[in-house]
């Protein structure tokens, strides 16, 4: 089972500047098939990146995924205020099991 | 569009079982693999399984072999969640997921249907 280690827990920022998201598997894997996605609140969480790199439908270009092996990276170039919220980041494909990181907390500043 | 209908809230006493639905529209019910997905109070998300809804063939994690059964009715276009020997550390929001087409992404999600267990 790949072991998924989001860093930081928490992130305090405020709206406007950049914020950096890492991920770190215990072991490469294929960059198509990890993924990140944002849960606010009472609500359930959402695709924002596919295959590391490939935003999802509707998905603001502020939201950008890198990384390959075993590091992975989720940038958001210009916070809004509507970014401020939980991220995961997930492995999944054709082989399960699949696993998601712990999540980093984005909060304001 | 895309839908995943969830069923509602449930509470249990610990050692019973609870069934979970999810019933889909806007996409054809047997081509993209469903998973389910928990997330326990305050915590993170965890993988419990998947259904191939053409087949009936089932993958789970490891902690949950045994003890959660998939199911789907190809009649309704609904998914099932059963959970057996409940216990109060199995309180949590249970989702279920669409998987892609392609790669397996999760790409839309049930609302989540909170259970509670609790005596």
């Known amino acids: 089972e790949i072991i998924l280690m989001q860093s930081p827990d928490t992130l305090s920022l405020s709206p406007g500047e950049r914020a950096t998201l890492s991920c770190r598997a215990s072991?490469?894997?294929?960059?198509?098939?990890l993924a990140w996605y944002q849960q606010k609140p009472g609500q359930a969480p959402r695709l924002l990146v596919y295959?590391?790199?490939s935003r999802a439908t509707g998905i603001p270009d502020r939201f950008s995924g890198s990384g390959s092996g075993s590091e992975f990276t989720l940038t958001i170039s210009r916070l809004e205020p509507e970014d401020f919220a939980v991220y995961y980041c997930?492995?999944?494909?054709?082989?399960?099991?699949?696993?998601f990181g712990q999540g980093t907390k984005l909060e304001i500043k | 569009q895309v839908q995943l209908v969830q069923s509602g809230a449930e509470v249990k006493k610990p050692g019973a079982s609870v069934k979970v639905s999810c019933k889909v529209s806007?996409?054809?019910?047997?081509?993209?693999?469903l998973d389910w997905v928990r997330q326990a109070p305050g915590q993170g998300l965890e993988w419990m399984g998947r259904?191939?809804?053409?087949?009936?063939?089932?993958n789970f994690a490891q902690k949950f072999q045994g003890r959660v059964t998939l199911t789907r009715d190809t009649s309704t276009n609904t998914a099932y969640m059963q959970l057996s020997s409940l216990a109060s550390d199995d309180t949590a929001v249970y989702y279920c997921?669409?998987?892609?087409?392609?790669?397996?992404?999760?790409?839309?999600w049930g609302q989540g249907t909170p259970v509670t267990v609790s005596s």
């Open positions: 806007g996409f054809p019910f047997t081509i993209y693999n």
């Open positions: 259904i191939n809804p053409n087949n009936g063939d089932t």
């Open positions: 997921v669409k998987e892609g087409a392609v790669d397996g992404r999760f790409d839309f």
């Open positions: 295959g590391a790199s």
């Open positions: 997930q492995q999944y494909g054709t082989s399960p099991p699949y696993t």
């Open positions: 072991q490469s894997f294929s960059s198509n098939y």
